[in-house]
């Protein structure tokens, strides 16, 4: 979302930012402390540039925007809702929260990969550790004894036969096949539909789900407390949401709440979001806490995602410690096979 740097990079740097504007200190004086205090690098050359626009009479937002691969869309507008309205502070405090209850979850969905990821390399490096050094030093041990092999050490060999003999082809088709899948991703209706399909998919779906309705009700949120207009937080928020099926919802909805519907009906209308926003958004749009219960219901998606991350690796886990071991298990087996037949018979 923020570009080149890391997410934790920019975060450090906008609480920084927000106890030097809390602590009273001048615009330029706390730009400048900043650029002191960042290590040289891209954001350290990016704040060099922003502070000097400041300096020469540009506002802080334009000059933010010059630079839209580190600071986002949702970033500059917060931050020129937070300049308009006195509380720049405030603004960038909310940013670094944000961009924090982020993080948080991106950590808990790559803890929750690291081990399926590591057993699944792990499987991968012993089969072909066999395929390509144990099995053939055993092929020329068991050509020598004129006796037929095992059928679990016969299926070994065949299967690492054809391995041998066709991998380049069998590595060119999944080059081919991973580029054509890349190639249809990055058109606007692969993605659309990859996405639309990532939603229905059973268990993994929800995961996608709640990921993305989080995203969006927070971006729309934070926009929202800093009085964004509603039609242009929504299109924000689209972006925000990760998703190309909901991102095209989100535009709809800015479209019907553009020409004249309330939130809840253009919400309602879309049929791509739960029960619980569309409850939320017609109770805030009552109240006049939208923001509040937007971010509210973030919090509720993200505890429900790290809930449903944790249920789904707690099942999946051992099944593929179980799998992996019993496979691993088959054919250390059906290698040592006819050794163990050969000291049987000596």
């Given at each position: 979302m923020f570009g080149a740097v890391s997410a934790s990079s920019l975060f450090i740097l906008t609480r920084q930012f927000s106890a030097m504007i809390s602590g009273?200190?001048?615009?330029?004086?706390?730009?400048?402390?900043?650029?002191?205090?960042?290590?040289?690098?891209?954001?350290?050359?990016?704040l060099q540039d922003v502070t000097e626009d400041v300096k020469a009479g540009t506002d802080l937002a334009d000059a933010l925007a010059e630079h839209p691969k580190i600071f986002s869309r949702?970033?500059?507008?917060v931050v020129r809702s937070g300049l308009t309205s006195g509380r720049l502070a405030d603004a960038l405090n909310q940013l670094s929260n944000y961009m924090e209850q982020r993080d948080t979850v991106t950590r808990n969905v790559r803890t929750a990969m690291t081990y399926p990821i590591f057993v699944t390399i792990v499987f991968i490096g012993v089969f072909h550790m066999m395929t390509f050094v144990i099995l053939p030093r055993f092929a020329s041990i068991f050509g020598t004894l004129n006796k037929d092999l095992p059928a679990p050490t016969q299926f070994m060999m065949d299967l690492g036969e054809v391995y041998i003999a066709n991998w380049?082809?069998?590595?060119?088709?999944?080059?081919?096949?991973?580029?054509s899948l890349v190639v249809w991703i990055s058109s606007d209706e692969g993605r659309t539909l990859l996405d639309e399909w990532k939603l229905r998919v059973p268990k993994?779906?929800?995961?996608?789900?709640?990921?993305?309705?989080?995203?969006?009700?927070?971006?729309f949120g934070v926009q929202l407390r800093y009085y964004i207009p509603a039609v242009e937080a929504l299109?924000?928020?689209?972006?925000?949401?990760?998703?190309?099926?909901?991102?095209?919802?989100?535009?709809?909805?800015?479209?019907?709440?553009?020409?004249?519907?309330?939130?809840?009906?253009?919400?309602?209308?879309?049929?791509?979001?739960?029960?619980?926003v569309v409850q939320m958004i017609a109770t805030g749009e009552q109240a006049g806490t939208l923001d509040e219960l937007m971010i509210s219901a973030a919090d509720y998606?993200?505890?429900?995602?790290?809930?449903?991350?944790?249920?789904?690796?707690?099942?999946?886990?051992?099944?593929?410690?179980?799998?992996?071991?019993?496979?691993i298990a088959g054919m250390m087996i059906a290698a040592f096979l006819p050794v163990f037949e050969l000291s049987g018979s000596v």
């Open positions: 009273r200190l001048n615009l330029v004086v706390a730009l400048g402390n900043l650029v002191k205090q960042t290590p040289r690098g891209q954001l350290h050359e990016v949702l970033y500059v507008s380049p082809f069998i590595a060119a088709g999944l080059v081919a096949a991973v580029a993994f779906g929800t995961i996608w789900r709640l990921a993305s309705y989080a995203r969006f009700c927070r971006t299109r924000h928020s689209a972006e925000a949401s990760g998703n190309a099926y909901l991102e095209a919802s989100v535009h709809g909805i800015a479209d019907r709440v553009e020409n004249g519907s309330t939130m809840v009906d253009a919400f309602e209308g879309a049929e791509t979001f739960g029960d619980v998606f993200d505890t429900m995602l790290i809930q449903e991350l944790r249920n789904i690796t707690s099942m999946i886990n051992p099944l593929l410690t179980a799998v992996v071991g019993i496979a």
